[in-house]
């Protein structure tokens, strides 16, 4: 089993801070997608990276892939209450289902 | 275009009894899968159907079951309920893998409470 590890798995920051999330694993995954999860709802999907050392951006997000395609990271800068929520990695381990991270919960106050 | 539809919203039910629940992928979409996601915990694999059948399962019991309709929609079966099954069960779907990109997008989820 590939396992993803998110950390941390609790972030509180004031609006307008700067923020990162990691997710890590020691087995190579064909993409990985990051998604957006609010109480009571189904996550939502913000972006999938595919390359080694591919970096997208989404406004005032960034998600970078690891060179050895292992781990990824999301940053968000100058962050809003409107960023609050669950933030889930998950990796495709190409055997048609992907793999969750547990998770980052991020709480933006104003 | 029309996301994931999953129902009931919300399902209460006793011990030892079955519960169904039902998803309706997005248009063009023949892959659903289902994950279980407990209070506090991460989303854990349930099924995956495409094109009507079974194609991996995660580690549960055989009580948990469920089937792919010939127009992609899918049903999920909980037999002989147990307390620990009250979750939040989201259902996904998507498109036949390309290039390597497995994306799912996911319904609103219905939330089982086991009493």
């Known amino acids: 089993t590939q396992l993803l590890e998110q950390s941390p798995q609790f972030l509180s920051i004031q609006e307008g801070e700067n923020l990162t999330v990691y997710c890590n694993s020691s087995?190579?995954?064909?993409?990985l997608q990051w998604y957006r999860q609010e109480p009571g709802e189904g996550p939502v999907l913000l972006v999938t990276v595919v390359t080694g050392g591919e970096v997208k951006k989404l406004k005032r997000l960034t998600f970078q892939f690891g060179d050895a395609r292992k781990d990824s990271s999301l940053h968000i800068t100058a962050a809003q209450p409107g960023d609050t929520g669950l933030y889930l990695c998950a990796g495709d381990d190409s055997w048609g289902k992907l793999q969750f991270g547990a998770g980052t919960q991020v709480v933006v106050t104003p | 275009e029309a996301g994931v539809t999953q129902s009931p919203t919300h399902l209460i039910k006793t011990r030892g009894q079955q519960a169904t629940l039902r998803c309706s992928p997005i248009s063009g979409h023949t892959s659903v899968y289902w994950y279980q996601q407990a209070l506090g915990l991460g989303l854990q694999f349930l099924l995956w159907y495409d094109e009507g059948e079974e194609r991996n399962r995660g580690n549960f019991p055989p009580r948990f079951s469920g089937r792919q309709f010939p127009n992609y929609s899918s049903e999920l079966n909980v037999n002989a309920l147990e307390l620990e099954d009250s979750a939040l069960y989201l259902c996904a779907s998507s498109l036949i893998r390309r290039q390597g990109q497995l994306e799912q997008y996911f319904g609103p989820g219905t939330r089982l409470t086991v009493t």
């Open positions: 087995s190579v995954f064909s993409s």
